[in-house]
């Protein structure tokens, strides 16, 4: 049954979105339903901690979508392998000579390498950033985690500004910081402390996760948080993150369905976080009719009206967003009145 | 639990796991019905099993009748209550027993890439080549790991009479020697418990009980095996453990197990991670089952 707790909605009216990609050798990798399915499974998740997290920050944090390609692009940053295949020293030889030769400008690159019973990191024998030796139990974490920080790196404008070569060193500095702080880590660090990435989400997991037959991904938002905040305290102390104007942030708001001029309603609220929302039905379930006609200051449903909540009152309102119908045997059930949420940072 | 169960011979603790391989028809059975069914001594593969290994000392004669009519109902006695013995075989993980082994296998560790040195688990209970050949029908059957301690609770709490030890072997085959008083020991226990006697004899832990039931050639080493002895009543054929679900912390698949039996075993196998051995080149590794991002 989905519950609206465990709903993605707030990345399904933002274009404010990044791609990456996953590299998996041609021999494991055709376009199948499987590998589909699962990273698409892979992406809500990870996109319901981002939003999450942008529940909780004062700045956007873009959405992700997540690609599987068996070609080196400017947009990988994983590879992904396993020990199947004898021939991986090759494969990986000939992806490190394209990296060197073709995609000196990727930010960072992480080996994944994926085995019974592994769980740690360690310097790559093939010049990428790192090399992260995990269980299948992982798979998941793995990728959310190394995806995670990219989308909360890119809700600094100052560290989005940084040219190429200071996006490469960023990783290093992670690392530096994880190491002269000793962070928690799920992985065991056996890069003798010479590892040019970290990412802050491997210090956020509990052991209940790591310890668990069936793990589910579960990460301590409030350290995660804290973990960057001190980061960036400390190695970008005089840097102030800059949102954009409300204007172009509405900009980025899908299907056109805001008023040129909305903006202009954000003039004289104080900084902090706020939603704009907007009915996107009109016949909704009556449960719900008159609490939306009382938010919306209106007699009857109908789709378009907007408002401005403040974050204090999402979770009040949580209820009302999306619309689910769920059918099981014995009854159907509705969820959400079909409000849309938009993220919208007041500077 | 977890993943751990997957990891290196380096990076386990040892005696931590007991491995028990079988056909996968016999696997089902386990599953199905949670319980590891015992077996006979005398229908064990080695033929020094089927038989009583003790000897008698020389003794003083001069009450040889006496001494004689004693040995003969004592070897009378064991071999025919050697058809209520059970036993329920069990392998572990290789230890060293020198430095020099322990030294050998790091040099071979660390003289592999650093993907096939993350990735072997040869040493491993699991990963024993002639466990997989003789016990899990060539490759095609199953090799179930269990936690040693959920198992000693699972025996504790359901076998009275039994006996759980490593066997230990040796380079030539002599019998057990039992000296005099010993002798008159059991002839007293026979007297006194009659058919009952064994069950003490087992539970007690006597030394030639162990001798006979624990000691084996080094022939057979490489099974690196543990063993719990039980004793079941006259006429009674089955022992199990029973609830030994509780205790099974991961099923390995063996190479030669086809796709149908793999699938099959993991859909049964709802809360055990099911996984399956491989050989690459010179390595032994272990692979999940279903896709790369499965």
């Known amino acids: ?347 | 639990m977890g993943f751990e169960v997957w990891k290196p011979l380096d990076e386990i603790g040892t005696d931590k796991y007991l491995y028990h391989y079988t056909s996968m028809e016999k696997a089902y059975s386990i599953l199905y019905n949670n319980e590891l069914l015992f077996s006979a001594p005398s229908k064990t593969n080695d033929i020094f099993e089927q038989k009583v290994k003790i000897a008698f000392k020389d003794y003083d004669y001069s009450n040889f009748c006496d001494v004689l009519n004693k040995e003969e109902r004592i070897r009378n006695y064991l071999n025919r209550v050697r058809e209520r013995i059970r036993i329920l075989c069990f392998s572990m993980d290789t230890k060293f027993k020198t430095e020099e082994d322990k030294k050998q296998y790091i040099e071979m560790r660390d003289s592999l890439s650093s993907d096939m040195k993350t990735a072997n688990v040869i040493g491993r209970g699991f990963a024993l080549p002639r466990m997989w050949t003789q016990y899990a029908d060539n490759s095609k059957g199953v090799c179930f790991i269990l936690n040693k301690s959920e198992v000693i609770k699972i025996v504790q709490k359901n076998l009275i009479n039994y006996y759980f030890d490593n066997v230990t072997y040796s380079p030539l085959y002599t019998p057990y020697l039992i000296a005099q008083k010993e002798l008159d020991d059991i002839d007293k226990l026979i007297e006194k418990y009659k058919e009952s006697a064994i069950n003490k004899m087992i539970s007690d832990q006597y030394q030639f009980m162990k001798y006979d039931l624990l000691y084996k050639l080094s022939d057979w080493e490489n099974e690196y095996e543990c063993r719990l002895i039980t004793v079941v009543d006259e006429g009674s054929e089955m022992a199990s453990l029973k609830k030994v679900g509780k205790a099974i912390e991961g099923v390995v698949v063996g190479a030669n197990v086809d796709k149908l039996h793999t699938t099959l075993l993991k859909n049964l196998c709802e809360k055990i991670d099911v996984r399956q051995i491989n050989y690459n080149d010179i390595i032994t590794t272990i692979q999940t089952i279903g896709g790369i991002l499965s």
């Open chain 1, 1 to 347: 049954m989905i519950r609206p707790n465990n709903v993605n909605y707030l990345k399904e009216y933002t274009t404010d979105q990044i791609i990456r990609l996953i590299y998996l050798d041609d021999k494991f990798f055709s376009p199948n339903k499987e590998i589909s399915d699962k990273i698409t499974d892979i992406a809500n998740k990870l996109n319901f901690v981002i939003q999450n997290l942008n529940l909780k920050v004062a700045r956007n944090i873009p959405y992700f979508s997540i690609g599987i390609l068996s070609n080196i692009t400017d947009l990988t940053r994983i590879i992904f392998r396993n020990i199947s295949n004898i021939q991986t020293g090759i494969v990986m030889l000939q992806v490190s000579e394209q990296l060197n030769n073709y995609f000196a400008n990727i930010s960072h690159i992480v080996d994944c390498f994926r085995v019974s019973g592994a769980l740690k990191m360690e310097k790559s024998e093939y010049n990428m950033n790192a090399k992260i030796s995990f269980d299948s139990f992982f798979t998941e974490m793995i990728i959310i985690d190394v995806f995670l920080d990219i989308a909360f790196f890119n809700s600094y404008s100052f560290l989005k500004e940084l040219s190429s070569e200071k996006k490469k060193d960023f990783n290093k500095l992670k690392y530096e910081y994880f190491k002269n702080n000793k962070l928690d880590c799920v992985f065991v660090d056996e890069s003798n402390g010479e590892l040019d990435y970290y990412s802050f989400a491997f210090s956020c997991h509990n052991s209940m996760m790591i310890n668990s037959n069936t793990p589910q991904y579960m990460i301590d938002y409030d350290k995660y948080i804290k973990i960057w905040d001190g980061f960036i305290r400390t190695y970008f102390p005089n840097d102030v993150h800059v949102e954009k104007s409300v204007e172009k942030q509405i900009e980025l708001r899908k299907n056109d369905h805001i008023p040129n001029d909305y903006h202009e309603r954000f003039k004289d609220k104080k900084p902090g976080v706020y939603f704009l929302i907007r009915t996107d039905k009109k016949n909704i379930a009556s449960k719900y009719k008159k609490e939306v006609c009382s938010l919306f200051g209106i007699d009857e449903c109908e789709v378009g009206k907007l408002q401005i909540i403040k974050q204090e009152d999402f979770n009040k309102y949580r209820h009302l967003f999306k619309g689910e119908y769920v059918s099981s045997k014995r009854n159907s059930l509705y969820y959400g009145a079909h409000i849309s949420p938009f993220k919208v940072v007041v500077q």
